[in-house]
């Protein structure tokens, strides 16, 4: 059974960082890309990164240079560390993982940054 866990969510002042980390367990196949998504009160779900099997990366505007995402294949774990947060980076952080099997989700870490 595949299980996603995401941690290092929490409070945060503006300006200030974090680093959040998503483990997948029960996957002993090649995850073609980990991603994190985020949602904001009142608002959609939104990509913000997501690293593919050969290091590729991409990001939604909002994040570049300030955002970077990591991912350690042989353990399934995706990092995603954020400098310079804003308030309006408030949100739920949603892990995903896309294999040739399917997509999973974990069930998010929230993060708020406000003064």
């Known amino acids: 059974q595949v299980r996603l866990v995401e941690s290092g969510g929490g409070w945060v002042q503006p300006g200030g960082s974090l680093r959040l980390s998503c483990t997948a367990s029960?996957?002993?196949?090649?995850?073609?890309?980990m991603a994190w998504h985020r949602q904001a009160p009142g608002k959609e779900r939104e990509l913000v990164a997501r690293?593919?099997?050969?290091?590729?990366?991409n990001y939604v505007d909002s994040v570049k240079d300030r955002f970077t995402i990591s991912r350690n294949n042989a353990n399934n774990v995706v990092a995603l560390q954020m400098n310079s947060l804003k308030p309006e980076d408030t949100g739920v952080y949603v892990c995903?993982?896309?294999?040739?099997?399917?997509?999973?989700w974990g069930p998010g870490t929230q993060v708020t940054v406000s003064s």
């Open positions: 029960g996957i002993n196949y090649r995850l073609d890309s």
């Open positions: 995903n993982v896309i294999s040739g099997y399917g997509a999973y």
């Open positions: 690293i593919y099997s050969n290091g590729t990366t």
